[in-house]
């Protein structure tokens, strides 16, 4: 690991704050801010994290959605073990995925997912947003209806395409950064908040036969 590297991060106050409370990783802090600004970590929720290795966005998840919600992490890496969250190893866009997951739909999916890096920026950007199809490709097939969704992609021109296709899907849909992510970095998040069930191709949640969503716990 690059000496300059290790020093940037032993300066970085997130980093700092991560091992100090113990976190998995600095991540945490921007699903936390995520979830502040939007408020989609209800308790009683069943919230599913795509790439999630470390763990970072599952411990907060679990934490906020609490004894009575569920977390579902999903990672072809191994996860040690998190209180109330059920590890699935694989990957997105396996198509034996969603049958893995078990038949009840979805209040939040998350994708921190990010590409292998290349260092040519138009390589990673176009392989970010690819992510972030797969992640919503996915997440119209499991999620209940006005349910919402949050994936990384690094910005570019490709991103306002994006924002219009999960905008047929979605009732709103946002860009944020948050603090949490380094100054330096290109990254940022779509949310898309209220899912119109059924608008996917393959037929939405409404195909899982998902129980239409209940009152806000």
Known sequence: ????????????????????????????????????????????????????????????????????????????????????????????????????????????????????????????HARSASLVRDAFHLACDVLRPNGAFVAKVFDGDMVPELQRELSVAFASVHRTKPPASREPSSELYLVGLGFRGGTHRSGGPERRGSPPPGPAI
């Open 1 to 124: 690991m690059p000496r300059r590297f290790v020093n940037e991060r032993r300066r970085d106050p997130y980093y700092r704050a991560a091992q100090r409370e113990g976190l998995r990783s600095r991540a945490a802090f921007k699903l936390a801010h995520v979830d502040d600004h939007f408020h989609l970590l209800r308790r009683g929720a069943r919230v599913l994290d795509l790439g999630a290795a470390p763990g970072g966005w599952s411990v907060v998840a679990s934490e906020r959605v609490g004894p009575r919600g569920t977390v579902v992490a999903v990672d072809p890496r191994p996860i040690e073990p998190i209180p109330g969250t059920r590890v699935v190893r694989g990957r997105v866009g396996d198509p034996s995925l969603p049958e893995r997951l078990g038949g009840a739909a979805f209040d939040v999916v998350l994708s921190d997912m990010s590409p292998r890096i290349s260092g040519a920026y138009g390589t990673d």
